[in-house]
């Protein structure tokens, strides 16, 4: 059976919206994020909810496919849904914003057949003893995970013609059935257990 690996390149959001200067009148959190689709591109428009703690926020991806939502309640499981309602809608739960920092979201949106192999490209830089783990693997009878590689820095190139300093984690998902899942991703270091990611990933998984 042949495979249709489709590439999920996402920008390294610590360089794209790090620069972005918010003040925080509490230790509110906030989360920034940046979504892609199958190829690479942004996706502008898309609605993103987070639910829970104190507030209920709305913020759209902007042309560059970015977002932001402010003044998060800190340190509690919040639930994240991209275009809720729709047939493409995703979402992840547990979520949590550092008190008075930020939580980076990578967000890509891929899409096969049963039988293809998708995957998802995301910065990483193991020299730092980061590396990204599955947090939530979804819906099993529509994508499984089925391995992960680190490319090489020559091979890191993202969209915006920038090489990371790691390279790029290459997370690989079969599809088994049809339907959507959303799989989440943290970035952590493996020792240690008690600390909240600052970043994670979610690939959002469109079957047919």
Same mark, same amino acid.
């Given at each position: 059976?042949?495979?249709?690996?489709?590439?999920?390149?996402?920008?390294?959001?610590?360089?794209?919206? /790090?620069?972005?200067?918010?003040?925080?009148?509490?230790?509110?959190?906030?989360?920034?994020?940046?979504?892609?689709?199958?190829?690479?591109?942004?996706?502008?428009?898309?609605?993103?909810?987070?639910?829970?703690?104190?507030?209920?926020?709305?913020?759209?991806?902007?042309?560059?496919?970015?977002?932001?939502?402010?003044?998060? /309640?800190?340190?509690?499981?919040?639930?994240?849904?991209?275009?809720?309602?729709?047939?493409?809608? &995703?979402?992840?739960?547990?979520?949590?914003?550092? +008190?008075? &920092?930020?939580?980076?979201?990578?967000?890509?949106?891929?899409?096969?057949?049963? &039988?293809?192999?998708?995957?998802?490209?995301? +910065?990483?830089?193991?020299?730092?003893?980061?590396?990204?783990?599955?947090?939530?693997?979804?819906?099993?009878?529509?994508?499984? +995970?089925?391995?992960?590689?680190?490319? /090489?820095?020559?091979?890191?190139?993202?969209?915006?013609?920038?090489? &990371?300093?790691?390279?790029?984690?290459?997370?690989?998902?079969?599809?088994?059935?049809?339907?959507?899942?959303?799989?989440?991703?943290?970035?952590?270091?493996?020792?240690?257990?008690?600390?909240?990611?600052?970043?994670?990933?979610?690939?959002?998984?469109?079957?047919?």
């Amino acid at each position: 059976m042949s495979y249709r690996f489709i590439s999920c390149c996402v920008v390294a959001l610590m360089l794209s919206l /790090s620069s972005v200067g918010v003040g925080f009148a509490s230790e509110d959190g906030q989360i920034m994020g940046f979504i892609v689709d199958s190829a690479g591109r942004p996706v502008p428009n898309v609605t993103v909810k987070v639910v829970g703690g104190e507030k209920e926020l709305t913020a759209m991806s902007d042309r560059k496919g970015e977002f932001v939502l402010r003044d998060l /309640s800190p340190d509690v499981p919040l639930s994240v849904l991209w275009d809720e309602g729709k047939a493409s809608s &995703g979402k992840v739960e547990g979520v949590r914003v550092p +008190p008075g &920092g930020t939580l980076f979201v990578m967000t890509g949106y891929l899409s096969g057949e049963v &039988g293809e192999t998708l995957s998802f490209r995301i +910065p990483s830089n193991p020299t730092t003893g980061y590396s990204w783990a599955i947090a939530d693997r979804g819906n099993p009878s529509v994508a499984v +995970p089925v391995g992960n590689l680190m490319e /090489s820095r020559d091979e890191a190139k993202d969209p915006r013609g920038n090489v &990371g300093a790691g390279g790029n984690e290459l997370w690989l998902f079969r599809c088994v059935g049809p339907g959507n899942s959303s799989v989440g991703l943290s970035y952590v270091r493996p020792w240690e257990t008690d600390v909240q990611p600052s970043r994670v990933a979610v690939a959002i998984l469109s079957v047919r």
